[in-house]
């Protein structure tokens, strides 16, 4: 197997880059490997995050995105059994299957990988030890869930029942998703596994749990000091610190990390449990990255709370059944390693980390009025998705009408009049009419010439739109960004259709319309820059279609690379960020060859709808 040409090779000296530099992390939720994903997913955790890293790249700064397959638990122990495969095997199909698909999202990771790394399980075990040293780790006898017809341990997660404090009907054996209270199984009213309907049996057993209310205090003083968070995102944590239990970190499990303390790292019947080793997977990646990068120390850069990484900004990114988390539990992992919960302590070997700046939870995608339900075939997976649509079709929906702050429906007609009249229609025919009477007329970028006020006016739509439009994805307000990046856009068309280049067609009235042409040019050139981030694909094509040469819009690539450790082999996702598009405006070279361009975008018929339909019924 090839050994990487060192991709992750950090060159960021960019001589014209004049910007402030910072480090900045994009940890992106864990997708879970039990099956392909859907586009209710992505619009949570992918495409957000990858504008957010897009744009943060342009700006001059440092980033370091992250993330990888979710890879253990009973769940995928189940869907194994049923598949008849191992759990490893199920794992390894679907990481590749997810892989290739964020792939042709073009979502930009510096380093998509997996939690069955040996890595991973190394760095797992030092927070577990470190935890439990320091005295948040402490071990109990209690009550677990097992499947009378199997004797197999039933995940929490698969059993449902009424909540105990909220009397929702379906709340799971470690949350509802109602109350957003954590819970145990054994707390439900009249608990039914998910698997076959049957009522757990609950036995004794001895397990670790974490001593979540000792970082009550120093999580609620964390939360008092973050300002700029989603207000929903807030306030359910918050709420989350009024009832906080010790909570399970392992499980009756054949499948998982081994617990690395004497007497238990050899059991095959003990295994920490997915919740706790999942988080940790934004370490792990960073670290596996920094190793892979030549430089084994440079994670320290996003994660160090001393030294050079103290001032580095970490951004969390996923749905909002994720909250609980990343704004509570991941947090008191840190700060429990740290050594800085209610029991104090001295920090790991790893030395204190950084606490996330933000959470950004996305709320729900529903399909046509309903939840994504696999079983219930009401679901659109991204690789199906992908081999009758354009990517950057479906990143314009997610950032234009996507699950921001709000749930969300997708429906087909809505999908299909946003490509037609808003990308076809609106973006696509400025680009085309604006090139193609360029390259008609003059044959390259014409020059241009005194300006009116009109001209001087799109100029400074466009140049303004850098600080609106970036100032607002810095805030993760895509919805509002990618709506002040295409009023640029209808500007442009506005100014088009009113001085009407077409008409000036004598030789006195040459000049003027090549003014004009050079204008329009100009404005396309700006307006693509801040589309960049939402349309990396159809950004290059834009970029070249301008007589543009090399990289506009970096792309992922996947690679096959080896286990660090002597593990198995495994695909990653991964790219060379540093060249590509600054975030401003860059003037047009005066007599670049321009060609007749061909459309950036795929009208699609009206009877899309009625297929897609049609399939989605069954």
Known sequence: MERWANPFARRRGR???????????????????NGPRHIG??????????????????????VLMVSGTDEHGTPIQVQADADGVSPRELADRYNRVIVEDLHGLGLSYDLFTRTTTRNHYAVVQELFTALERNGYIVKRTTLGARSPSTGRTLPDRYI??????????????DQCDNCGNQLDPEQLINPRSKINGETPEFVETEHFFLDLPAFAEAIGNWLDQRENWRPNVLKFSRNLLDDLQPRAITRD??????????????????????????????????????????DPEAWRKWWSADGLGKDALGYYFMGKDNIVFHSVIWPALLLGYSGEGDKGGQPGELGRLNLPTEVVSSEYLTMEGKKFSSSRRVVIYVRDFLERYDADALRYFIAAAGPESNDTDFTWAEFVRRNNDELVAGWGNLVNRSISMAAKNFGAVPAMGELTGEDEAVLAVAKAGFATVGELIGKHRQKAAIGEAMKVVAEANKYLSEQAPWKLK??????????????????????????????????QKVFELLGGEGVHAPMPRIEEVEDLDGGPGYPVLTGDYTAGARWESVPLVTGTPLATP?????????????EELARLAG
């Open 15 to 33: 001589s014209l880059r004049l910007y402030l530099m910072s480090h900045v992390l994009a940890a992106v939720a864990w997708p879970y490997a």
């Open 41 to 62: 997913h992505v619009s949570g955790f992918g495409v957000p995050s990858d504008v957010f890293s897009r744009y943060m790249r342009m700006a001059g700064h440092d």
């Open 160 to 173: 449902e029942g009424t909540c105990p404090i909220c009397g929702y009907e379906s709340a799971r054996g």
């Open 253 to 294: 499990l054949e499948w998982g990390v081994p617990i690395p303390l004497d007497g238990w790292r050899d059991r095959g019947d003990k295994r920490i449990y997915v919740w706790f080793d999942a988080v940790i997977g934004y370490l792990s990646a960073s670290i596996e990255w920094a190793r892979r990068s030549g």
């Open 506 to 539: 004598s030789e006195e009235e040459k000049p003027r319309q090549a003014t004009v042409l050079a204008v329009a040019l100009q404005v396309v050139s700006d307006a693509n820059t801040l589309l960049t981030p939402f349309l990396p694909h159809s950004a």
């Open 598 to 610: 061909k459309p950036v975008f795929r009208k699609l018929d009206p009877s899309v709808i009625e």
